[in-house]
């Protein structure tokens, strides 16, 4: 049931922005990546099966966008929650990547 739900779900944003074309900037370099991965939930892989698979794929994919466009800052992680926001910070400054988050953004803006 609940995949049939999501399914659904998919199919229909899906259809609503097939024809949707983004334009770049006039000064922004060609090309672009965005990758979605699906991974496990929860209930389809536990809760520390799915963290041992995020704290290898997340450094990974990170290192290979990054190689491709030859710079760090051209990569975007993004987490539904703190908590998971937290993690893959742990996991990128594991493996040396550096991270800018929204938490140190706030630090930064103050005296």
Known sequence: MRQDLLDSAAELLAGTFADVRQRAPAKAPEGGLITLLRLPSVEESGEEEGDDILKRLVPEKVREIAGRTGSWSSVCVLTRTTS????????????????????????AEQP
């Open 84 to 107: 998971q926001s937290e993690k893959a910070t742990a996991w990128l400054l594991d493996q040396h990547i550096p991270v800018l988050t929204r938490a140190s953004l706030l630090l």
